[in-house]
């Protein structure tokens, strides 16, 4: 029976599919912004926390901020890196202010900075992610980062952690070392949170099986667990021999049915294990 072929999805609807994760990320952010992070002066790096510290210290409209420092960013960006960055994230860079002006007075969520913290680096986190889900960016500090790897010898995200961790040391002296405590907190939670949106909850297991009965191994891999194996060569570290490693990908949940039959198969079976956070291809996400 021939297997069902997925077709893809329409050019013009997957555009509008990315258009409106950008514009649904960028509200997230825009409400943690507001009604967690802002309330609380807690800068947790990039164009928003700067506008934190510029809303303490001279009264500055942050949405207004945000959108003086992230439209010349862009520009420089295409300029200076020389790419195209896209209508999208010019969208992000500019819509996400403007949701920031829309909310400016929404009620504050909680009283206390902690709770504001992580709960607001949760939201951003979730905004920004769903935004990369749209491949696209709200640009900000991001593009800075990229500009000084382009004129210096550093990873990105040194650059990129150079410039955050910058904004909460000076929130650090604009507000006190709590509010800086506070803002690597949601900074913290932000990246992790990131991480989650991108890959999920669908964690699977790369597992990589060392055995003298291949064969037989390969066999019950192949129809006991109903998962593809790929045999690769290697070469024993001590003994200089060749060997012959067996790698398949499973679920979670098929993790421990795997073992339990590559056991009873060969006893003496050597099994690694990984996380596979991202798997495509048949049997798995699409």
């Given at each position: 029976?021939?297997?069902?072929?997925?077709?893809p999805?329409?050019?013009?609807?997957?555009?509008?599919?990315?258009?409106?994760?950008?514009?649904?990320?960028?509200?997230?952010?825009?409400?943690?912004?507001?009604?967690?992070?802002?309330?609380?002066?807690?800068?947790?790096?990039?164009?928003?926390?700067?506008?934190?510290?510029?809303?303490?210290?001279?009264?500055?409209?942050?949405?207004?901020?945000?959108?003086?420092?992230?439209?010349?960013?862009?520009?420089?960006?295409?300029?200076?890196?020389?790419?195209?960055?896209?209508?999208?994230?010019?969208?992000?860079?500019?819509?996400?202010?403007?949701?920031?002006?829309?909310t400016?007075?929404?009620?504050?969520?909680?009283?206390?900075?902690?709770?504001?913290?992580?709960?607001?680096?949760?939201?951003?986190?979730i905004?920004?992610?769903?935004?990369?889900?749209?491949?696209?960016?709200?640009?900000?500090?991001?593009l800075a980062?990229?500009?000084?790897h382009?004129?210096?010898?550093?990873?990105?995200g040194?650059?990129?952690?150079?410039?955050?961790?910058?904004?909460?040391?000076?929130?650090?002296l604009?507000?006190?070392?709590?509010?800086?405590?506070?803002?690597?907190?949601?900074?913290?939670?932000t990246?992790?949170?990131?991480?989650?949106?991108?890959?999920?909850l669908?964690?699977?297991?790369?597992?990589?099986?060392?055995?003298?009965?291949?064969?037989?191994?390969?066999?019950?891999?192949?129809?006991?667990?109903?998962?593809g194996?790929?045999?690769?060569?290697?070469?024993?570290?001590?003994?200089?021999?060749?060997?012959?490693?067996l790698m398949?990908?499973?679920?979670?949940?098929?993790?421990?049915?795997?073992?339990?039959?590559?056991?009873?198969v060969?006893?003496?079976?050597?099994?690694?294990?990984?996380?596979?956070?991202?798997?495509?291809?048949?049997?798995?996400?699409r």
């Amino acid at each position: 029976m021939a297997k069902y072929k997925r077709e893809p999805v329409p050019h013009r609807l997957l555009q509008f599919i990315e258009y409106s994760f950008v514009i649904i990320g960028a509200f997230f952010v825009a409400v943690a912004f507001n009604v967690f992070l802002l309330p609380h002066d807690i800068a947790s790096g990039g164009v928003a926390g700067i506008s934190t510290i510029t809303k303490s210290l001279f009264g500055f409209e942050p949405s207004i901020v945000q959108w003086a420092l992230n439209i010349p960013l862009f520009i420089a960006g295409v300029i200076i890196l020389g790419k195209n960055f896209g209508a999208k994230s010019l969208l992000g860079t500019i819509i996400l202010p403007f949701f920031v002006f829309l909310t400016k007075n929404w009620t504050q969520a909680t009283e206390d900075p902690l709770l504001g913290a992580i709960f607001g680096g949760m939201i951003v986190g979730i905004g920004i992610g769903i935004v990369f889900k749209g491949r696209a960016s709200t640009g900000g500090i991001d593009l800075a980062a990229q500009i000084l790897h382009k004129f210096f010898p550093l990873p990105l995200g040194i650059c990129l952690a150079l410039f955050d961790g910058l904004i909460v040391i000076t929130a650090t002296l604009v507000f006190s070392v709590e509010q800086g405590l506070y803002a690597l907190i949601a900074l913290f939670i932000t990246s992790r949170t990131i991480d989650f949106v991108q890959v999920g909850l669908n964690t699977s297991k790369n597992v990589m099986i060392i055995t003298e009965r291949v064969d037989d191994v390969r066999n019950v891999l192949l129809k006991d667990v109903d998962r593809g194996v790929t045999v690769l060569n290697g070469t024993g570290g001590y003994t200089n021999e060749d060997r012959t490693v067996l790698m398949c990908v499973v679920a979670q949940n098929e993790f421990s049915k795997l073992t339990k039959i590559v056991k009873s198969v060969d006893t003496n079976a050597f099994v690694v294990a990984m996380n596979a956070t991202e798997v495509l291809g048949e049997g798995f996400k699409r």
